[in-house]
């Protein structure tokens, strides 16, 4: 058992000395992703220093996850999670009115979602892998310059799979 906390101890530990590597060159890019996913800029702030805390209590340097896009998704996940949880109520509203409709509606739109989901996957399976490899690593919050690192392609090359796997998708969609 001692082994075990020793390890989750230095695992624990290299994953903060990353986590600090990563805040002070990617908390602009960072922020303005969760600008874009958050309700408010205070919870936006909030969301990256609770990503950030998750980074560095259950991320694993050893993993073969790239550590900015962990950190990317788990910082999405985290504002979307928030935003579920803060449905505003309306002054006037009465809060004992029947939730049967509410639930009718919520149904009714889920049953719409999964059906834009499915044909978002099906059209997502029809691009070339290349088009799916450039758009899940841009999904992923990379950068144009970090995919041509990552794949090893011209930045031209890049930027026409992600625009023509974008125009496929909405040829597909429509």
């Known amino acids: 058992m001692q082994a075990n906390e020793g390890d989750d101890a230095a695992r624990r530990s290299r994953a903060l000395s990353l986590a600090a590597d990563l805040y ?11 600008n874009r996913n958050s309700p408010t800029p ?7 220093h609770d990503a950030f805390a998750l980074f560095i209590d ?10 900015l896009a ?17 449905l505003p109520l309306q002054p006037d509203q009465d ?3 029947n939730t049967a409709t509410d ?20 059209g997502f399976q029809a691009l ?6 450039a758009l899940s690593l841009l999904a992923l919050g990379y950068t144009y310059r970090e995919i041509t690192q990552i794949t090893g392609w011209t930045y031209t090359k890049v930027n026409r799979c992600i625009t023509e ?9 429509t």
């Not at 205070?42 to 990256?48: C, F, G, L, S, T």
């Not at 639930?103 to 099906?122: G, K, N, Q, W």
Request: hydrophobic share 35%; aromatic share 4%.
């Open 128 to 133: 070339k892998p290349q088009e799916r490899r």
């Open 24 to 34: 002070p060159t990617n908390r602009r890019r960072l922020l303005a992703i969760a």
């Open 70 to 86: 962990w950190l990317t998704l788990t910082l999405k996940r985290r504002c979307w999670a928030t935003a579920r949880n803060q």
């Open 95 to 97: 809060q004992s009115h």
């Open 165 to 173: 796997g974008r125009a496929a998708l909405r040829a597909s969609t």
């Open 58 to 67: 259950h991320f694993d340097p050893d993993s073969t996850a790239p550590p």
């Open 42 to 48: 205070q919870d936006a702030e909030e969301a990256v």
């Open 103 to 122: 639930r009718h509606v919520a149904t009714d739109e889920l049953v719409e979602i999964a059906h834009e989901t499915t044909r978002i996957r099906s």
